[in-house]
RNA sequence: GUCAAUGUAGCUCAGUUGGUUAGAGCACGACAUUCAUAUCGUCGCGGUCGGCGGUUCAAAUCCGCCCAUUGACACCA
């Protein structure tokens, strides 16, 4: 079974910030969920380089945009790899196999007859570029986000037929689970039922794009080229890859994963034009939210911006991991506070989970002779098994749902139940008594049984974590065995090693 | 301006179809314990559930108005 999720392919004008970090370290935990289940998993991501911002950037630094573009996406590359990200596919909106699909897919639309010449003219922000509708508001004709002076278009552009598409995106976005989450998706409702109007792919006078077939001095514009960045990727064939390649290769996306801001491109734009070139949309858009610095948006002119290479650099990956995936729910908004996340980090992570399996272990190798005690009375009480059996079921249920941040609290309250547990068997009384030791290592192989579990369920979202846990408890983890089968109660191995506990993770401090 | 969402303890949030003293985690305070990473645990502090009015035997939960915040309103990777 395959499954295709993809991550914006994000805009070379600048290095990755946070929330190309968050949406992308989202992906890498699904992504990472739905190949321990047993799927084929393609894991899209990549950049769009096109457009006349990219070809400006390049200018005043004083080189070819190919040049700008291969550092930058470099860059990419580069950040992907520090963050651990397990992506299959990098595309580069840039590349010769990325042309080819776009002028491709363009003929087919053309084909459908949703292609027209017209006029596009009005105030232009070269910044956002698009088209400002009311520049008179501001009397200076200046762009509202990016202050630059706009500049007065009147060019001839080619023209993609949404309108014609009304009823089926409206039938389309009916559908519940398309866009999420449901907040967002009245919203599209809502813009859609106004009314669908065309709207232009080309642009004359941008020479660093893919240029339209046939029509001197037309490029296409970037939406029009990048979403199909998803495609292309998918292709194998660098030599003559194809749309229908693409398609028996795993398209259409299971998944698209974006910020809330681009989420009709997504969700409207881009089934359109799919439909228009007879292909399977998308099967959900999934928008999450915003990310905030103790409360305010982060901004250049706020001078708040959140570095994600001094946080990694910092606090580590799983640290950051577990704040942004535990922490924020997706979908929503996001605060980033320094004191809840090294708060959380020390309590989740450190005294809950660590400690667990630090005091879990060293009972086990001080009564057992530095093994794992035996299995072998099973008491009638068995809330613990219970209680993880419940865990996973809730984990799973979560996961499949996108909701990750419940299925990081599903796993903590397991940790927190067999730290419970530990207190009221109270083991180190126990002990204290030599007939009490199969009664006791009962308890100790219930506990650590329980810990393998916390650990076993981290793997999407905390690998690293995940793995060190692992190897306290003796490298239990089985390649050869499915995660899902793993995750039965019952499979630690008595009489197995446990090597001496070290903490897991570092405690952060205050700054 | 129009439409929508949100507004529950210091912080992040749960609160199912309205029903006993409104919950969790963190923070804070006290106690206790040692198997453990000054850790786990127990207890406590802390909320007129944005405001006003209404429906009801009963409302955080339904209705109306108001206030605040956020988002969408056509091409902002």
């Not at 990098?90 to 042309?99: A, D, G, I, P, Y």
């Amino acid at each position: 079974m395959s499954f295709v999720i993809t991550t914006p392919l994000y805009y070379v004008n600048d290095k990755p910030h946070l929330g190309s970090i968050y949406t992308t370290l989202i992906c890498d935990s699904i992504a990472r969920y739905k190949r321990l289940t047993g799927a084929d998993v393609i894991f899209i991501t990549g950049v769009d380089e096109h457009g006349l911002k990219i070809q400006r950037t390049a200018k005043n630094k004083g080189v070819e945009p190919q040049f700008h573009c291969d550092e930058i996406s470099d860059i990419f590359k580069q950040n992907w790899k520090d963050w651990d990200i397990t992506h299959n596919k990098f595309v580069r909106t840039s590349s010769k196999k990325h042309e080819y699909i776009v002028k491709e897919f363009y003929n087919r639309v053309k084909k459908s007859d949703d292609i027209y010449m017209g006029v596009q003219k009005g105030w232009y922000c070269v910044g956002c570029e698009e088209f400002k509708d009311n520049p008179d508001n501001s009397p200076t004709h200046k762009c509202p986000i990016h202050q630059k002076t706009l500049e007065w278009k009147n060019e001839e552009n080619l023209f993609f037929k949404l309108s014609k598409y009304q009823s089926q995106i409206e039938e389309l976005i009916k559908e519940p689970k398309f866009i999420q989450p449901k907040e967002r998706r009245n919203e599209i409702i809502n813009f859609v039922s106004k009314g669908l109007k065309d709207f232009s792919i080309s642009r004359t006078n941008v020479s660093w794009g893919i240029s339209v077939p046939d029509i001197d001095n037309h490029t296409f514009y970037v939406w029009f080229d990048a979403l199909l960045g998803y495609v292309s990727a998918i292709s194998l064939d660098m030599n003559q890859p194809s749309l229908d390649e693409s398609i028996d290769n795993g398209w259409p996306a299971d998944i698209h994963l974006i910020g809330k801001d681009i989420l009709r491109f997504h969700a409207v734009y881009w089934p359109a034009m799919l439909i228009s070139a007879g292909m399977k949309v998308p099967k959900k858009v999934y928008g999450h939210g915003f990310l905030t610095r103790e409360g305010q948006k982060m901004g250049k002119s706020l001078g708040n911006v959140l570095d994600p290479e001094i946080l990694l650099s910092k606090y580590g990956k799983e640290a950051v991991r577990w704040y942004l995936l535990k922490d924020i729910t997706l979908g929503q908004d996001g605060d980033f506070q320094n004191k809840r996340f090294v708060d959380i980090i020390n309590n989740d992570l450190a005294n809950t989970i660590g400690n667990l399996l630090n005091r879990t272990s060293s009972m086990s190798r001080k009564w057992f002779d530095n093994r794992v005690p035996s299995n072998e009375l099973l008491s009638k009480d068995n809330t613990l098994e219970l209680y993880a059996k419940k865990t996973v079921e809730n984990y799973f249920r979560h996961f499949n749902s996108y909701e990750l941040d419940l299925a990081a609290n599903v796993i903590l309250s397991l940790a927190i139940n067999t730290n419970l547990y530990l207190n009221e068997k109270q083991p180190w009384t126990l002990i204290k008594d030599e007939k009490n030791i199969p009664l006791v290592s009962n308890i100790i192989y219930n506990v650590l049984e329980s810990t393998r579990i916390v650990g076993l369920l981290l793997l999407p979202i905390l690998p690293n974590l995940s793995s060190k846990i692992d190897q306290q408890l003796g490298l239990l983890y089985n390649e050869n065995e499915s995660w899902k089968k793993q995750l039965d109660w019952g499979k630690l191995i008595h009489e197995s090693i446990l090597p001496a506990p070290n903490p897991v993770i570092e405690k952060l401090e205050y700054e």
